[in-house]
């Protein structure tokens, strides 16, 4: 069972930027893919960005991939995501998620992370 957590969201003015972290419980956390997905109000959960195990394979969504990075520092079992330009479109709850497989969709994670709030003012 792999536990993640995250931290860093909060309250940003339109413009912004944030860098959420994930912490994974899994001392062998470069086994899994790791993927970010985010939670609007009354929205269902989208696909935000993903990374292998190595960090080889990286894939965002469209809407932000001219403003987020998403990175892995294995050796502290974290995955991080750092969004710039922040637009209050951006506003959800941002989950962690890992698994086998790298994908861009939430099915293949197993393991999720509680998520972290992010409210862009504008």
């Known amino acids: 069972q792999v536990q993640l957590v995250e931290a860093g969201g909060g309250l940003v003015q339109a413009g912004g930027s944030l860098i959420l972290s994930c912490a994974a419980s899994?001392?062998?956390?470069?086994?899994?893919?790791a993927g970010w997905f985010r939670q609007a109000p009354g929205k269902e959960r989208e696909f935000v960005a993903a990374?292998?195990?190595?960090?080889?394979?990286?894939y965002y969504a469209d809407s932000v991939k001219d403003r987020c990075t998403i990175s892995r520092d294995n050796a502290k079992n974290t995955v991080f995501l750092r969004m710039n330009s922040l637009k209050p479109e951006d506003t959800a709850v941002y989950y962690c998620?890992?698994?086998?497989?790298?994908?861009?969709?939430?099915?293949?994670?197993?393991?999720w992370g509680q998520g972290t709030q992010v409210t862009v003012s504008s």
């Open positions: 998620a890992a698994g086998e497989f790298i994908a861009t969709t939430p099915t293949p994670y197993v393991y």
């Open positions: 899994e001392r062998t956390f470069s086994r899994y893919a």
């Open positions: 990374i292998s195990g190595g960090g080889g394979r990286i």
